[in-house]
């Protein structure tokens, strides 16, 4: 069922938030995608919304179809990427998946699809016709989904890398203070019309967590460990918190007068306060393995008021094979303490990303692992798993990294080398489509009857959702 | 005095080699570079030649005055490089180095400049004019001086990273085997007329060095550790041999019928037979700290059949300060047997590259250290020292990481913010020249009398060289 509700444009932007209380102006538009305030669009991580009125919504409500191709794309027919000679078949998807293609999905706000690759671009394609409008230039890979809020593109650059003195840290034992990010990392913004650069605001570490944005203040965590508030305006630094460790993968979020990301060594979900800068509480899990916790994007779960958090947990490794499993934790959003933890099953250490994304809808968290290869509901208030199925093709390591979307009764899903529609009651895979390539952290991105995707292999698809639920010739 | 040895075009590079005898098959042609077939075009490093023939020829021997702006390149008038604010004065001009600019000198073959740029492009200039003939994109930095044989350009890319698991395998304790470049490391072979790409061989490390080319093969050490050969036509892997640890930015130098890089973690020099792939010798120094011996392009002493190699010795830290020496050592090319060594003094450790590159011009090794930022002459038979000069300006940090050029008495260099003229003989220091931007490890390249310079804000210079030696108005 698509959310009907539906925020004027710019109103979530422009209120004004009574500090420390609940408010809406967090919560993203969830109906017509006037803007996109936060990671897949929307708190919960459901990334289904209303077509906008006129011609082109008509287009989406019906379903369109088109494919882009951005620089540097690899064929569709590849099987693992670029230099697979030289990287083999586990290292090679992943290097794709980090810089030359998309690592999640994509941005959409009115009829303008928008989209950060890898290869150092930031697009604007017709959601209908799939064609070009601009393309802008950035100075590093971008990887996150572009916050897109009054005719403004906020675009994070930066890498998965490490300098060597960050390797000569790491081999004097001290596991904390690490900078994630070796080259280039900056915010940008763009004008959403032109795709002219506005301003850059450039950091110490990496800005691959996609920022998130309220009351006229853009948000985000970065790889520098800290957490910033800068002017979506002019780029102006309005405050800048250290939490420590590096937010590796971990968008933002906003609830309750607080944004929340996830950071690594220590392994902390930190919740600072909107206006002050100040941190009001961090809640640090115990046994999280590397990245997981600022690998993940905490979701709001706003039935239970709780930020629903993954975390990599338990490594062990037994007669030379390395494993782990996936924790996924209900956190108070007003106190940080920890209403329940599920464990999703051990398994075998998936390559690079080992966290995935959960999405909340009306209190169901639904959350994959990419170390079991499958797909979970649980109950959010208790934890208690409602049902499971195995993701198929488990012979691509890693499924489920992205969010699912909800629409209409079922599940969407994009991950390893194909899309999946599943019952959201029951769990009952309903239909599997390849459409080439290969997905990273990608959720499904759904306007009207017209779903948007973006792959590691550098490519942007819509199709009509009905194709992907089995339900059209 | 400039070289008079004059190969014909080509020769050097489709002679024979006479496995294990000295050949002049490795030395590249030292009077007019109609190739260049090692870094710097010369095993001695030393980048004087004479003109070319014709009109062009000419005017490089008059003089010529332009300067070109590459994509990306900042404003001369720049102190400290891109993103400052946030780096600090310290890491903000190396990254500039390493992911904007050029870190080392520029390549010339007839009249024309190539030039390899961080910022994934490789340049083909007119070196009379200065305009642009092609510019072809390379998927990473490419941080060497191109080789340039039988209308072939050969460019390396990778950069200075490390993912996430080499931070894994640094923190369990270990030292060996780390694989240096996060993003793409490719080989490329361009058309040098049109710039097309020809072909691109991927590689699991970063190729920061140069490669070098004999005997219609292209050599290069790179960071995963490994010396390959390959076709140049086609980039067919003749043969890889696994050397351990990784080569950071030591450029392959070939002499008597081998290949030698250094490499850091084992920091080893390593000398591999051309034909055979086969490892001859390797030599290990004692106290050598990262990245010094992986850093260094070796020299060739023809002189005193010899390999000149520059490490960063004993590293110390006293009361929280950390200081290094730098050691030259002057190695025996047949047996790897050190014929001596020579301290060059303590001091602060220097930021990111804390090596430097020799220069031997008629048996005497010239060599500078951005730890005491000192020049030096050594007796190329004992290593003593025979003169040793301040380079003035130490307030910029590490100066002196690029080799010199003898030029008519002269010793020419540039480094930190400035162009040097010395008195080859007495180490009396002749002229100083200030152009703008900051230089990275960069030899100046003269042909007839004109240098060449290109520097880390992304700029390529020709200029008198009258001019730098304060001769002319």
């Known amino acids: 069922m698509k959310r009907l509700i539906n925020l004027a444009a710019g109103l979530a932007a422009s209120m004004t938030v009574a500090a420390g209380a609940a408010h809406a102006a967090a919560a993203p538009a969830r109906g017509l995608p006037?803007?996109?305030?936060?990671?897949?669009?929307?708190?919960?991580?459901?990334?289904?919304?209303?077509?906008?009125?006129?011609?082109?919504?008509?287009?989406?409500?019906?379903?369109?179809?088109?494919?882009f191709a951005e620089a540097n794309a690899l064929k569709l027919s590849d099987k693992l990427g670029k230099d697979a000679a030289a990287l083999g078949p586990?290292?090679?998807?992943?290097?794709?998946?980090?810089?030359?293609?998309?690592?999640?999905?994509?941005?959409?706000?009115?009829?303008?699809?928008?989209?950060?690759?890898?290869?150092?671009?930031?697009?604007?394609?017709?959601?209908?016709?799939?064609?070009?409008?601009?393309?802008?230039?950035?100075?590093?890979?971008?990887?996150?989904?572009?916050?897109?809020?009054?005719?403004?593109?906020?675009?994070?650059?930066?890498?998965?890398?490490?300098?060597?003195?960050?390797?000569?840290?790491?081999?004097?034992?001290?596991r904390a203070g690490l900078v994630r990010g070796l080259s280039w990392g900056g915010i940008y913004a763009f004008d959403a019309k032109t795709g002219k650069q506005l301003?850059?605001?450039?950091?110490?570490?990496?800005?691959?967590?996609?920022?998130?944005?309220?009351?006229?203040?853009?948000?985000?965590?970065?790889?520098?460990?800290?957490?910033?508030?800068?002017?979506?305006?002019?780029?102006?630094?309005?405050?800048?918190?250290?939490?420590?460790?590096f937010d590796s993968m971990s968008s933002c979020t906003i609830y309750q007068g607080k944004v929340f990301a996830g950071f690594t060594d220590p392994n902390d979900l930190a919740a600072v306060d909107l206006h002050s800068g100040k941190l009001v509480w961090r809640a640090t899990f115990p046994?999280?393995?590397?990245?997981?916790?600022?690998d993940n994007s905490p979701t709001v779960d706003p039935v239970n008021h709780q930020i629903v958090q993954v975390a990599v947990a338990n490594a062990r490794v037994t007669g030379g094979k390395s494993s782990v499993n996936t924790a996924v934790l209900g956190v108070d959003a007003r106190t940080g303490k920890v209403n329940w933890k599920t464990l999703l099953g051990r398994g075998a250490s998936p390559p690079a990303y080992k966290a995935s994304v959960a999405m909340v809808h009306g209190g169901i968290v639904y959350v994959s692992s990419p170390v079991t290869n499958r797909l979970y509901a649980l109950n959010g208030k208790t934890g208690a798993i409602v049902w499971q199925s195995a993701i198929p093709y488990p012979q691509v390591p890693g499924l489920g990294r992205g969010a699912v979307t909800f629409d209409n009764g079922l599940l969407y899903q994009s991950?390893?080398?194909?899309?999946?529609?599943?019952?959201?009651?029951?769990?009952?895979?309903?239909?599997?489509?390849?459409?080439?390539?290969?997905?990273?952290?990608?959720?499904?991105?759904?306007?009207?009857?017209?779903?948007?995707?973006?792959?590691?292999?550098?490519?942007?698809?819509?199709?009509?959702?009905?194709?992907?639920?089995?339900?059209?010739?």
């Open 415 to 473: 991950t390893g080398t194909r899309l999946f529609a599943w019952n959201a009651k029951t769990g009952a895979l309903v239909h599997t489509l390849r459409i080439g390539g290969r997905f990273g952290i990608v959720n499904p991105v759904i306007v009207g009857n017209t779903m948007f995707v973006s792959n590691s292999w550098g490519w942007v698809f819509a199709l009509p959702v009905a194709t992907v639920a089995g339900s059209k010739a």
């Open 287 to 294: 046994n999280v393995a590397n990245t997981g916790m600022g």
């Open 34 to 67: 006037s803007q996109w305030t936060v990671y897949s669009g929307d708190i919960e991580h459901d990334s289904a919304f209303k077509a906008p009125a006129g011609a082109a919504g008509a287009a989406l409500n019906k379903g369109v179809t088109w494919r």
């Open 199 to 245: 301003w850059r605001f450039g950091t110490r570490g990496e800005n691959m967590p996609s920022e998130c944005y309220a009351d006229n203040t853009l948000y985000f965590g970065n790889g520098d460990g800290h957490m910033y508030a800068l002017d979506p305006a002019t780029g102006t630094l309005k405050w800048k918190t250290p939490i420590g460790g």
């Open 90 to 174: 586990r290292t090679a998807p992943v290097k794709t998946t980090q810089f030359l293609g998309n690592a999640v999905g994509v941005t959409v706000v009115g009829d303008v699809v928008y989209v950060e690759s890898d290869s150092g671009y930031v697009y604007a394609l017709n959601a209908v016709t799939g064609r070009q409008i601009w393309r802008a230039p950035v100075d590093n890979a971008a990887m996150g989904d572009p916050v897109v809020v009054d005719g403004r593109v906020f675009v994070g650059t930066g890498d998965t890398g490490f300098s060597f003195s960050q390797i000569l840290r790491a081999q004097s034992g001290s």
